[in-house]
């Protein structure tokens, strides 16, 4: 039987660049232990197993849709409070 380890919403992760910050999406996704005993992070776009080939649309979009995201997760440019003097040179 699969086991469902843990869910984890999309989200940017905030990079510090020389010039400013830099957000990457990291897509929603959910870590199970398929019947073949392999641990595999799994998205919405990617929900069969490579090493059995199990599919696991049905559990994925349960997981997936449990959790939706907030506005703070998915903008968290808006969030970032005040940022007065960054930003290019004029």
Do not use: N
Not at 6 to 29: H, N, S, T
């Amino acid at each position: 039987m699969t086991t469902v380890e843990r869910a984890e919403e999309g989200r940017y992760e905030v990079q510090e660049v020389q010039f400013g910050r830099v957000y990457r999406w990291c897509p929603e996704c959910v870590v199970i232990e398929c019947d073949c005993a392999e641990r595999l992070s799994l998205t919405s776009s990617m929900t069969t197993c490579r090493w059995c080939g199990a599919d696991h649309t049905a559990l994925v979009r349960e997981q997936l849709a449990a959790g939706r995201a907030g506005d703070e997760t998915l903008h968290p440019w808006r969030y970032a409070g005040e940022r007065e003097g960054e930003g290019l040179p004029c």
